[in-house]
């Protein structure tokens, strides 16, 4: 199994970054997908989630209207389009694929907004 997340970067506030998961290694499309990101001597935070379809979408409310969760399963990619970044977003964001209480990370990328 293997999540490979890519996209990060540095970007200033205001600024946009799309992030990619690749998958492999399971039935991707069995799997909801989901975000979090951890910030320095932060608590893991779930950013967003999607359904194994990808009809059902759930934001944590700091991120509402600005992040976007998408996923393509022929591609075995979930994405995370973030607009309108903030400096509070920096962190390390994580992709994870979940089913029935079993739950594969990513490595993580790092994502800093700044100026």
């Known amino acids: 199994v293997q999540l490979v997340e890519s996209g990060g970067g540095l970007v200033q506030p205001g600024g946009s970054l799309r992030l990619s998961c690749a998958a492999s290694?399971?039935?991707?499309?069995?799997?909801?997908m989901r975000w979090y990101r951890q910030a320095p001597g932060k608590e893991r935070e779930l950013v967003a989630a999607?359904?194994?379809?990808?009809?059902?979408?759930n934001y944590a409310d700091s991120v509402e209207g600005r992040f976007t969760i998408g996923r393509d399963n022929a591609k075995n990619t979930v994405y995370l389009q973030m607009n309108s970044l903030r400096p509070e977003d920096t962190a390390v964001y994580y992709c994870?694929?979940?089913?029935?209480?079993?739950?594969?990370w990513g490595q993580g990328t790092q994502v800093t907004v700044s100026s």
């Open positions: 994870t694929a979940y089913r029935g209480g079993l739950m594969y």
């Open positions: 290694g399971f039935t991707f499309s069995s799997y909801a």
């Open positions: 999607i359904s194994s379809a990808g009809g059902i979408t």
